[in-house]
């Protein structure tokens, strides 16, 4: 079930509608929130919010892709492992008969 959550970032506070458990929500917001300081502290000039928002979408994108590609990397080397461990299982049974 939908539902309304408020949450504050860097000063100003924002409404989203979602469906997810609370505890999804309030990792989410805990993740957005760390890498808005790190970006924000990374920079001394007090960088505006808006341009903080958009270094922090582009860093968690890039992490994202970056998980994405090893996850695809992992699962095709656990595919191959798999297909080695069948094609050993095969043959120990083609041994038995």
């Not at 924002?14 to 760390?34: C, M, N, R, S």
């Not at 000039?45 to 090893?70: C, D, F, H, W």
Request: charged fraction near 30%; charge should be negative; aromatic fraction near 6%.
């Amino acid at each position: 079930m939908e539902r309304l959550v408020k949450f504050e970032v860097l000063g100003q506070e924002y409404p989203l509608l979602t469906d997810a458990p609370e505890e999804d929500v309030q990792e989410i917001l805990q993740l957005v929130k760390t890498h808005l300081e790190e970006v924000s502290r990374g920079n001394s000039r007090g960088l505006p919010a808006n341009k903080a928002a958009i270094l922090t979408s582009l860093n968690m994108a890039g992490q994202y892709v970056r998980l994405k590609r090893e996850f695809k990397e992992y699962r095709q080397q656990v595919e191959q492992h798999l297909g080695r461990l069948g094609e050993r299982v095969e043959q120990a049974a083609r041994e038995e008969i």
